[in-house]
């Protein structure tokens, strides 16, 4: 189910509003759609690379948005939110956003908004552990925009490194979070 969406989001990057689209799936993706933007970002950036840092932009602003709904319903709806996540399967990957959120706590939300791990699940705990509002953004900003950065820069490359890019974001993105967990352990 979520590669026909995957394939359909993809599509968008042909229509004349995609940006309004990649406005949409940046925001819904951040606190509950599960298609991530870099499915319509790629092939957007593509099709207008001189537009690529300008959409690279646009997708942070949007996903920041999406993942400040996500805190927002946690900090006002703590329980529920938790026991809706825990119901829907996402238990396991709420307990390691709470750990590491507790654990490194600003460096978590920056690491999930860059890494492949569930930004929105990080968004959700940063929101019912208490996190500031301010470093929440911050580190948002700081994640999604490096990612999407990324993102728009690989694509802009064009046709010679458009068939792996979504691998190569994976393996710079789990490479980073990473490297990042290693130094804070020996740190």
Known sequence: MVSRF???V????RHPHAPRYLAAVSFAESSFFPVPPDVLLAPLCLARPKEARFLALWTTLWSVAGGLAAFALAAWATEPVMATLT???FG???E?????FAAWGFLAVVISGFSPVPYKIFAFAAGAMGMTVPGFVLASILGRGARFVLVAEIARGGAA???GHSRRVRIVGWSVAALLAIVLLLG
Request: proline content about 0%; cysteine-free.
């Open 92 to 94: 396991s990957a709420l």
């Open 10 to 13: 993809g599509s968008w990057s």
């Open 96 to 100: 390691t956003a709470e750990r590491w």
């Open 87 to 89: 119901e829907a399967g």
């Open 6 to 8: 995957t394939a359909r």
């Open 161 to 163: 490194l458009r068939g």
